[in-house]
């Protein structure tokens, strides 16, 4: 689906969404009355130091207004921006402030959902969509933390071999179903259905136990150990308190 | 990876008390070794996990010298390599062996 | 004779992550959540036939810190890379959640290139959980203090974990970053960034820089005793994590680009920063380097 | 009426043609390929300068380029074949013959090209035989050389790496070859004369420093516990009890590591002043901190070490400065000093035989040997008597009466028994060997002779073949410190336990070592950092060795 076609679902009564530089800025009514925040990466754009400050500068300021509306955070980017500029400016302190940030809302009563709709990887995909509180995808979406290619050169390893292993395990190749597996993706949306009805379904459910990521990794297999070892960390470290 | 397995008899009781004890780190060219506290005095036991395949000659004549010759009775050993040479492995070893003796940290 | 420089016995850069956690806390107080002889290691990395570590590169546990409860983890850089999988990653979650429950603060060693390829996805979604756990932590109160010195640096997913810290102490070894130089080269040409021009990749990420430009809050020597008395400053110190915090971050962060965006090498913005022979600050021994750096861009309590 | 200058009007005539491109002595660097077309005759004898540190990279480039059709069959003569276009010649059909001494980086090609028969190959001598043949059978008739900066009457500066230089030109110049200097830059008075300038008969301006290798430059932050338990017992076993004052040093870890544990272990034994005064050794940034700690009396140098000018500059009282206070260096008289006036010779090799036979050629790689035969050999032309070398003239042959016997320089092979990705160091038949057959060698490529070697030093002891009074003796004692190579496991045990008993064989714990005490806290510097600390920031390392 396209950024219109999904905002269009999304907000079947119009909306003011805009993208500009590869960043989506803007709101659209809620059904029930209300509005929902849109902020995003729109385009395979790559996310660098003024694009993530520029997207945290329009969280704080909707955690500034109190309003209290959830942020949608629709995405489609490349990977962190890879330049000798954005590492001498300190690129990780603007990613992290930008998670800081997502994670702040939603602390201060703004829930956060993230809307993998096309690509992303590594450090845009943690700055954004995986610091929200809820993330979901719609079919087709792509995330990756590395290309086979650039993988197999990595770990040299054929690219034959790797494919085939990757068939194997969810753990380590790119694609949505992986993500899903190991509960970084907690839900693909039906395109079917009218996704204001599953945004509203999403922004409802409920986190009793904070982030459940992992469970759902073991749950759904991806994860086969992660819940067990944090639960027996922290477990063995409250027991000896 | 390799996995090898030997059981000795251990002239030499391993000192101390400390119920285990873990030197070095895998990375190429060096191992970890993680020494319980398990066995009979007299006994010894290593297994190995090496990412270097055909080493497994040199590998008992190491810890056949290690075990005659440093305090390594009652001690269950778990070695995990990463294609270390054998005076790393014996260094590692003994450096295993004093700590759980707990002469040093 | 009396040698012109007196190292510490242990040097941080070359030491393993257990000596440490045992150099930094007080002495004999860590107690390991999870062991070695646990031996939960990485259930992937059979896969691809390479060997495990027993702790899988990451150490947790309390501690002491001048007779204070503490939590530390820390991240062997020897192995794989300190890189994040699966395991290594989830004991850290476990470590921060229970920092929150517990109302302590932790001390985060890094040393790390990144995800561990081999399980990408659960090392990503891993250090997702990381940041949350740990802003979770400092949102109820903890302090989460980040030490950057090792061989591998911090980069790829620690770097921005190192970024959600309360404060970050480096020595001029430790590099902080999200692109290592090898994958800036590959993906953009040696003519945007020469990986091998090793005095470049450490005066765009080592510690120095990071320091001059607010990306970290402590400079120290490279040995334990530098970092315990850095800790217990930053310890001392007020680490809240609100609106006001981040608003303050948001407008370092405009003041650095606004300041030093067009910068095309550290020098320019060394030289920005008032300090008078940029050119020699790679060189500077830790106490001349310190007088040069008062001109700084301080991180002003805003991480 | 026999012509007796013939070789004098070959040379004006060569400077006639190549005077057409040169202003006075100058050549423009654009014009070199046509102007040493000029200059150049095919079948020459040329001597292209470079050896294991610095190079003549211009003219090499130049020469690469050259027409094969108008110049071939050269015979290069030269110590190193380091740069690719050394190699290019040859394949280019411009040279044919090759006599050399080095050939580092270029040790896989080198090899490809001797077996796909581009090159025919003479020898690989040492350093110095090398360039006794320049004056003999080898003189060149072109020399194609490097310096820092020249004057236009070609008096040039060759700054701290003289090196090789004032032998080429010797040799060449005065039996009427012709000298073509490639310089940095020109001036209009050079800092010191290295060389006059009637010895040299055409300039060109690089515009650029000629290549150096910082060959010497070991990182402390690499030397593995391993090397250090090898450097505590040459230090404790060898340098205590001969009282090895003046030496030479491999270019190895093993022997980083004790020069970087002189200041501590050293130290602590009590050795200031007693061992490691006198040196011919290049400036190793690793002895930096024994130099500072006061150690080092004095060092002569075969060239100098990227980085270290300003050290050395510095240091006047330690290293052999000149009038415009740099480094002079110079290989043919520090080869000399390495094999007449030091006691001790120490360095690390690939393989050893059950002879003590040793080569750093293996069947893939011809690496050459620089000044390691020369230095690692026993000199019987030397008179002068010290107490190391009495010691162990007294070992080697207790019966002779003292006053006919000969002295013995101590020639060490140090290193682990394992070498990278565990290919082990003791072999039972060399490469080299090999090589030889295939290549229809009449001598094998042998680096230091079995019998030149007095001590092999791994991390199972020290081997003191001097000591051993037969073949079988020797070969146990190389087995009993072959630690678990095969040839190690396949020792006598029996045997080897009495050659222990003799001290022959002297395992860490015979020297009240413990190997557990091999830490790399004991190294007085951890970090190439380090060093540049301890050199109060005088050492300028080169950025491929920073972490900061």
């Given at each position: 689906?396209?950024?219109?076609?999904?905002?269009?679902?999304?907000?079947?009564?119009?909306?003011?969404?805009?993208?500009?530089?590869?960043?989506?800025?803007?709101?659209?009514?809620?059904?029930?009355?209300?509005?929902?925040?849109?902020?995003?990466?729109?385009?395979?754009?790559?996310?660098?130091?003024?694009?993530?400050?520029?997207?945290?500068?329009?969280?704080?300021?909707?955690?500034?207004?109190?309003?209290?509306?959830?942020?949608?955070?629709?995405?489609?980017?490349?990977?962190?921006?890879?330049?000798?500029?954005?590492?001498?400016?300190?690129?990780?302190?603007?990613?992290?402030?930008?998670?800081?940030?997502?994670?702040?809302?939603?602390?201060?009563?703004?829930?956060?959902?993230?809307?993998?709709?096309?690509?992303?990887?590594?450090?845009?995909?943690i700055?954004?969509?995986l610091?929200?509180?809820?993330?979901?995808?719609?079919?087709?979406?792509?995330?990756?933390?590395?290309?086979?290619?650039?993988?197999?050169?990595?770990?040299?390893?054929?690219?034959?071999?790797?494919?085939?292993?990757?068939?194997?395990?969810?753990?380590?190749?790119?694609?949505?179903?992986?993500?899903?597996?190991t509960g970084a993706?907690?839900?693909?949306?039906?395109?079917?259905?009218?996704?204001?009805?599953?945004?509203?379904?999403?922004?409802?459910?409920?986190?009793?136990g904070g982030d459940d990521r992992d469970r759902l990794g073991a749950?759904?297999?991806?994860r086969?150990r992660a819940a067990a070892i944090a639960e027996r960390v922290a477990a063995q470290v409250?027991?000896?308190? | 990876?390799?996995?090898?397995?030997?059981?000795?008899?251990?002239?030499?009781?391993?000192?101390?008390?400390?119920?285990?004890?873990?030197?070095?780190?895998?990375?190429?060219?060096?191992?970890?070794?993680?020494?319980?506290?398990?066995?009979?005095?007299?006994?010894?036991?290593?297994?190995?996990?090496?990412?270097?395949?055909?080493?497994?000659?040199?590998?008992?004549?190491?810890?056949?010298?290690?075990?005659?010759?440093?305090?390594?009775?009652?001690?269950?050993?778990?070695?995990?390599?990463?294609?270390?040479?054998?005076?790393?492995?014996?260094?590692?070893?003994?450096?295993?062996?004093?700590?759980?003796?707990?002469?040093?940290? | 004779?009396?040698?012109?420089?007196?190292?510490?016995?242990?040097?941080?850069?070359?030491?393993?992550?257990?000596?440490?956690?045992?150099?930094?806390?007080?002495?004999?107080?860590?107690?390991?959540a999870v062991?070695?002889?646990?031996?939960a290691?990485?259930?992937?990395?059979?896969?691809?036939?390479?060997?495990?570590?027993?702790?899988d590169?990451m150490?947790v546990?309390?501690?002491?810190?001048?007779?204070?409860?503490?939590l530390?983890a820390?991240q062997?850089?020897?192995?794989?890379?300190?890189?994040v999988g699966e395991v290594h990653g989830a004991k850290l979650v476990g470590l921060l959640r229970a920092a929150k429950s517990?109302?302590?603060?932790v001390?985060v060693?890094?040393?790390?290139?990144?995800?561990?390829?081999?399980?990408?996805?659960a090392g990503e979604t891993a250090i997702a959980e990381i940041m949350r756990a740990l802003v979770e932590a400092?949102?109820?109160?903890s302090?989460v203090?980040?030490?950057?010195?090792?061989?591998?640096?911090?980069?790829?997913g620690g770097?921005?974990i190192?970024?959600c810290?309360?404060?970050?102490?480096?020595?001029?070894?430790?590099?902080?970053?999200?692109?290592?130089?090898?994958?800036?080269?590959?993906?953009?040409?040696?003519?945007?960034?020469?990986?091998?021009?090793?005095?470049?990749?450490?005066?765009?990420?080592?510690?120095?820089?990071?320091?001059?430009?607010?990306?970290?809050?402590?400079?120290?020597?490279?040995?334990?005793?530098?970092?315990?008395?850095?800790?217990?400053?930053?310890?001392?110190?007020?680490?809240?994590?609100?609106?006001?915090?981040?608003?303050?971050?948001?407008?370092?962060?405009?003041?650095?680009?606004?300041?030093?965006?067009?910068?095309?090498?550290?020098?320019?913005?060394?030289?920005?920063?008032?300090?008078?022979?940029?050119?020699?600050?790679?060189?500077?021994?830790?106490?001349?380097?310190?007088?040069?750096?008062?001109?700084?861009?301080?991180?002003?309590?805003?991480? | 009426?026999?012509?007796?200058?013939?070789?004098?009007?070959?040379?004006?005539?060569?400077?006639?043609?190549?005077?057409?491109?040169?202003?006075?002595?100058?050549?423009?660097?654009?014009?070199?390929?046509?102007?040493?077309?000029?200059?150049?005759?095919?079948?020459?004898?040329?001597?292209?300068?470079?050896?294991?540190?610095?190079?003549?990279?211009?003219?090499?480039?130049?020469?690469?380029?050259?027409?094969?059709?108008?110049?071939?069959?050269?015979?290069?003569?030269?110590?190193?074949?380091?740069?690719?276009?050394?190699?290019?010649?040859?394949?280019?059909?411009?040279?044919?013959?090759?006599?050399?001494?080095?050939?580092?980086?270029?040790?896989?090609?080198?090899?490809?090209?001797?077996?796909?028969?581009?090159?025919?190959?003479?020898?690989?001598?040492?350093?110095?035989?090398?360039?006794?043949?320049?004056?003999?059978?080898?003189?060149?008739?072109?020399?194609?050389?490097?310096?820092?900066?020249?004057?236009?009457?070609?008096?040039?500066?060759?700054?701290?790496?003289?090196?090789?230089?004032?032998?080429?030109?010797?040799?060449?110049?005065?039996?009427?070859?012709?000298?073509?200097?490639?310089?940095?830059?020109?001036?209009?008075?050079?800092?010191?004369?290295?060389?006059?300038?009637?010895?040299?008969?055409?300039?060109?301006?690089?515009?650029?420093?000629?290549?150096?290798?910082?060959?010497?430059?070991?990182?402390?932050?690499?030397?593995?516990?391993?090397?250090?338990?090898?450097?505590?017992?040459?230090?404790?076993?060898?340098?205590?009890?001969?009282?090895?004052?003046?030496?030479?040093?491999?270019?190895?870890?093993?022997?980083?590591?004790?020069?970087?544990?002189?200041?501590?272990?050293?130290?602590?034994?009590?050795?200031?002043?007693?061992?490691?005064?006198?040196?011919?050794?290049?400036?190793?940034?690793?002895?930096?901190?024994?130099?500072?700690?006061?150690?080092?009396?004095?060092?002569?140098?075969?060239?100098?070490?990227?980085?270290?000018?300003?050290?050395?500059?510095?240091?006047?009282?330690?290293?052999?400065?000149?009038?415009?206070?740099?480094?002079?260096?110079?290989?043919?008289?520090?080869?000399?000093?390495?094999?007449?006036?030091?006691?001790?010779?120490?360095?690390?090799?690939?393989?050893?035989?059950?002879?003590?036979?040793?080569?750093?050629?293996?069947?893939?790689?011809?690496?050459?040997?620089?000044?390691?035969?020369?230095?690692?050999?026993?000199?019987?032309?030397?008179?002068?008597?010290?107490?190391?070398?009495?010691?162990?003239?007294?070992?080697?042959?207790?019966?002779?009466?003292?006053?006919?016997?000969?002295?013995?320089?101590?020639?060490?092979?140090?290193?682990?028994?394992?070498?990278?990705?565990?290919?082990?160091?003791?072999?039972?038949?060399?490469?080299?060997?090999?090589?030889?057959?295939?290549?229809?060698?009449?001598?094998?490529?042998?680096?230091?002779?079995?019998?030149?070697?007095?001590?092999?030093?791994?991390?199972?002891?020290?081997?003191?073949?001097?000591?051993?009074?037969?073949?079988?003796?020797?070969?146990?004692?190389?087995?009993?410190?072959?630690?678990?190579?095969?040839?190690?496991?396949?020792?006598?045990?029996?045997?080897?336990?009495?050659?222990?008993?003799?001290?022959?064989?002297?395992?860490?714990?015979?020297?009240?070592?413990?190997?557990?005490?091999?830490?790399?806290?004991?190294?007085?510097?951890?970090?190439?950092?380090?060093?540049?600390?301890?050199?109060?920031?005088?050492?300028?390392?080169?950025?491929?060795?920073?972490?900061?």
């Open positions: 689906m396209t950024l219109a076609e999904i905002l269009a679902g999304l907000f079947p009564e119009g909306h003011a969404v805009t993208v500009a530089d590869g960043l989506i800025l803007g709101h659209g009514p809620r059904p029930g009355g209300g509005r929902v925040h849109v902020l995003g990466i729109a385009e395979g754009t790559p996310l660098g130091i003024d694009g993530a400050l520029a997207l945290a500068g329009q969280v704080l300021a909707i955690v500034r207004s109190g309003d209290g509306a959830p942020i949608l955070m629709p995405i489609d980017s490349a990977s962190q921006r890879m330049s000798r500029r954005d590492e001498l400016l300190g690129l990780n302190e603007y990613l992290a402030h930008l998670a800081k940030a997502l994670m702040l809302a939603e602390a201060a009563g703004h829930p956060t959902l993230g809307l993998l709709y096309g690509r992303s990887a590594a450090g845009a995909f700055a954004t969509a610091a929200t509180a809820r993330l979901v995808a719609l079919p087709g979406a792509h995330p990756e933390v590395m290309d086979l290619p650039s993988m197999a050169r990595v770990t040299k390893l054929s690219l034959d071999v790797l494919t085939d292993k990757a068939r194997a395990t969810p753990v380590f190749a790119p694609g949505l179903d992986n993500l899903v597996q993706i907690g839900a693909i949306w039906d395109p079917q259905r009218p996704l204001a009805e599953q945004m509203e379904a999403s922004l409802a459910a409920s986190h009793p749950e759904r297999g991806g086969p409250a027991g000896r308190a | 990876m390799e996995r090898l397995s030997y059981t000795l008899s251990a002239p030499i009781p391993a000192g101390g008390t400390k119920p285990r004890a873990i030197v070095g780190v895998v990375a190429s060219g060096n191992l970890e070794v993680l020494l319980e506290r398990a066995l009979a005095p007299d006994l010894c036991t290593v297994e190995i996990a090496t990412a270097a395949h055909g080493f497994a000659e040199i590998w008992a004549a190491v810890v056949a010298d290690f075990v005659a010759r440093r305090a390594a009775g009652g001690l269950r050993i778990a070695i995990n390599d990463g294609g270390a040479r054998p005076d790393t492995v014996a260094l590692r070893l003994a450096q295993g062996a004093r700590l759980i003796a707990g002469d040093a940290a | 004779m009396t040698p012109a420089f007196e190292p510490e016995a242990l040097s941080w850069y070359e030491g393993s992550a257990r000596q440490r956690i045992a150099a930094l806390v007080d002495p004999g107080s860590f107690r390991e062991g070695p002889e646990e031996r290691t990485s259930p992937h990395l059979a896969l691809f036939d390479l060997p495990e570590q027993f702790d590169g150490i546990g309390q501690a002491a810190f001048e007779g204070t409860p503490i530390v820390a062997e850089g020897r192995f794989m890379g300190g890189a517990l109302a302590l603060d001390l060693l890094f040393d790390t290139g990144g995800v561990r390829l081999q399980e990408a996805n400092r949102l109820s109160g302090r203090v980040g030490l950057i010195g090792g061989r591998s640096g911090c980069y790829g770097g921005l190192a970024g810290c309360s404060a970050l102490l480096v020595t001029e070894q430790g590099r902080i970053g999200v692109t290592g130089p090898e994958v800036i080269e590959t993906n953009r040409g040696v003519e945007e960034f020469d990986a091998r021009d090793r005095a470049l990749v450490w005066r765009t990420m080592g510690g120095k820089h990071r320091y001059l430009i607010g990306g970290a809050d402590r400079y120290v020597d490279d040995g334990p005793e530098a970092f315990r008395a850095a800790v217990r400053d930053v310890l001392a110190a007020p680490g809240r994590l609100d609106l006001a915090t981040l608003d303050a971050e948001q407008a370092r962060l405009e003041r650095r680009l606004a300041r030093f965006g067009a910068a095309r090498d550290a020098t320019d913005i060394w030289s920005a920063l008032g300090v008078a022979e940029a050119q020699a600050v790679p060189g500077l021994s830790t106490q001349a380097f310190r007088a040069v750096a008062l001109g700084r861009e301080s991180a002003h309590d805003a991480r | 009426m026999r012509d007796w200058a013939t070789q004098k009007a070959a040379r004006a005539a060569r400077i006639a043609a190549g005077a057409s491109f040169a202003r006075g002595k100058v050549v423009q660097a654009a014009d070199l390929a046509p102007f040493l077309e000029a200059v150049l005759r095919p079948g020459d004898r040329v001597c292209l300068e470079g050896d294991n540190q610095k190079q003549a990279d211009l003219l090499a480039d130049a020469l690469a380029e050259v027409d094969p059709g108008v110049i071939h069959d050269l015979h290069m003569v030269q110590s190193g074949i380091v740069l690719p276009s050394h190699l290019d010649v040859f394949e280019k059909g411009i040279a044919r013959r090759l006599d050399y001494s080095y050939s580092g980086p270029q040790a896989a090609r080198i090899a490809r090209m001797l077996y796909g028969g581009q090159i025919a190959l003479g020898a690989v001598h040492t350093y110095l035989e090398l360039f006794a043949r320049y004056f003999i059978d080898l003189t060149p008739q072109v020399a194609l050389i490097a310096a820092v900066s020249a004057d236009r009457d070609g008096n040039l500066y060759t700054g701290p790496n003289t090196e090789d230089t004032p032998t080429v030109v010797e040799a060449t110049s005065f039996k009427d070859g012709l000298v073509v200097a490639q310089v940095g830059e020109i001036v209009d008075r050079v800092p010191r004369v290295d060389i006059p300038g009637d010895r040299v008969h055409f300039v060109v301006e690089a515009g650029r420093p000629f290549h150096v290798e910082p060959l010497f430059t070991r990182d402390p932050g690499a030397i593995t516990e391993t090397q250090i338990l090898t450097a505590m017992l040459a230090i404790k076993g060898l340098y205590a009890p001969y009282g090895i004052r003046r030496l030479n040093h491999g270019i190895g870890f093993n022997t980083a590591a004790i020069e970087l544990l002189l200041p501590t272990y050293g130290e602590k034994l009590g050795l200031r002043g007693q061992v490691c005064t006198h040196w011919a050794l290049n400036p190793h940034p690793t002895l930096i901190p024994a130099i500072e700690a006061g150690w080092v009396e004095q060092i002569h140098c075969f060239g100098s070490e990227v980085g270290m000018d300003d050290y050395i500059a510095a240091r006047p009282d330690i290293y052999f400065t000149g009038a415009d206070g740099s480094l002079r260096s110079n290989r043919a008289f520090c080869q000399t000093a390495g094999l007449y006036a030091c006691d001790l010779f120490i360095g690390s090799t690939l393989q050893v035989d059950i002879s003590g036979h040793s080569s750093t050629v293996t069947t893939n790689r011809i690496a050459g040997f620089g000044g390691a035969p020369n230095m690692g050999s026993d000199p019987r032309g030397r008179r002068h008597p010290s107490e190391p070398w009495l010691k162990a003239g007294a070992e080697a042959d207790p019966d002779t009466p003292a006053p006919l016997r000969r002295g013995r320089k101590l020639v060490v092979q140090i290193g682990e028994t394992f070498g990278d990705g565990n290919v082990p160091l003791f072999v039972e038949r060399l490469d080299a060997l090999a090589l030889a057959e295939k290549l229809d060698l009449p001598l094998a490529p042998v680096m230091v002779y079995g019998d030149d070697v007095t001590h092999i030093v791994t991390e199972e002891g020290i081997a003191n073949l001097l000591l051993c009074r037969d073949a079988d003796e020797r070969e146990q004692a190389i087995r009993g410190v072959a630690g678990y190579t095969e040839i190690g496991r396949r020792r006598d045990a029996a045997m080897v336990a009495r050659l222990r008993e003799r001290g022959v064989i002297r395992r860490p714990e015979d020297l009240g070592i413990d190997p557990l005490d091999a830490d790399r806290s004991l190294l007085a510097a951890r970090s190439i950092k380090d060093l540049a600390l301890a050199s109060g920031g005088l050492y300028r390392p080169p950025s491929r060795f920073r972490n900061w």
